[in-house]
């Protein structure tokens, strides 16, 4: 697998930047108004603020952010918006808390799982469509032999939309020993589910329906996964998804991990109900 036509990107803004997807024309004409055609654009998600920013790839001007629901401001310090996708059907826009808000219920702790808001998000060119939210459950950290001090954690790092309210999503966890790191994918689909935009805290608590999972994957690479897209379709069917590893300030390499998104066996993909083999 190789790397081609790379170009460095200098955003015009000191942010805690986590996830980057290609702007679409409905998402970048409301936020560039009055700049004049700003060309390709990506949106950004950082989890200080939290916001979900526009910026120009010539240039790496800031055109503006998405609004958000207020509840996300809310987020437990470092553990805000990780995740960004954009559905390919109607453009809206993907994104999750990576661990429960401070008024939601608990992080994640040994034995013990967190719950998460992840939001679909009208584009702003339909903004008189209201933004959906839904209570997601994050497994609890996995297993480890503990070597040093500190808490694990468990939480989204990645979700990948495909389309018809169906995602693919990357969770995350990490301890203080072996293995650091534990990557899970799972099949979500969020059509038929409660929207608890309503449910203002408590979210832990909240006794409605959450969203199903059904795991896909799940690693012993022991690395950290922190992005996921979905990539060309592939010569024997499905997709190819690819998965960035942060090296977790760690003296590790960075690294790309390729997953073969496949129809699951004996289902007619829709277009792609999947699951997943192991990484290429």
């Given at each position: 697998m190789a790397v081609r036509d790379l170009r460095v990107v200098r955003v015009g803004a000191v942010h805690d930047f986590e996830d980057v997807v290609v702007c679409t024309a409905a998402?970048?004409?409301?936020?560039?108004s009055g700049r004049g055609e700003p060309g390709p654009c990506l949106?950004?998600?950082e989890e200080g603020t939290p916001?979900?920013?526009?910026?120009?790839?010539?240039?790496?001007?800031?055109?503006?952010?998405?609004p958000l629901p207020e509840p996300l401001a809310r987020?437990?310090?470092?553990?805000?918006?990780?995740?960004?996708?954009?559905?390919?059907?109607?453009?809206s826009i993907w994104t999750a808390n990576e661990e429960a808000l401070a008024t939601d219920g608990p992080a994640a702790r040994e034995g013990a799982g967190t719950t998460v808001r992840l939001v679909r998000l009208p584009p702003p060119a339909a903004a008189q469509r209201a933004a959906r939210q839904y209570a997601y459950d994050v497994d609890p950290p996995h297993g480890f032999v503990r070597i040093f001090?500190?808490?694990?954690?468990?939480?989204?790092?990645?979700?990948?939309a495909l389309g018809g309210g169906r995602l693919l999503v990357l969770e995350r966890s990490a301890g203080p020993g072996l293995p650091p790191f534990t990557n899970r994918l799972?099949?979500?689909?969020?059509?038929?589910?409660a929207d608890v935009a309503a449910v203002d805290r408590d979210l832990a608590a909240w006794q409605g329906r959450r969203l199903e999972k059904r795991l896909v994957w799940e690693?012993?690479?022991?690395?950290?996964?922190?992005g996921l897209c979905l990539g060309p379709p592939l010569p024997a069917g499905g997709r190819a998804a690819v998965a960035v590893a942060d090296n977790g300030g760690m003296d590790v390499p960075n690294r790309l991990v390729v997953l073969a998104v496949v129809p699951a066996p004996g289902?007619?993909?829709?277009?792609?109900?999947c699951s997943t083999r192991s990484p290429c």
């Open positions: 998402i970048r004409g409301p936020l560039a949106l950004l998600a916001a979900i920013r526009c910026v120009a790839q010539a240039g790496g001007g800031v055109l503006g952010a998405v987020r437990r310090p470092n553990r805000g918006l990780e995740s960004l996708a954009v559905d390919p059907d109607d453009g001090a500190g808490e694990p954690l468990a939480g989204v790092s990645a979700i990948a799972y099949a979500v689909d969020t059509t038929n589910t690693d012993a690479l022991g690395c950290n996964l922190e289902r007619v993909p829709s277009p792609c109900p």
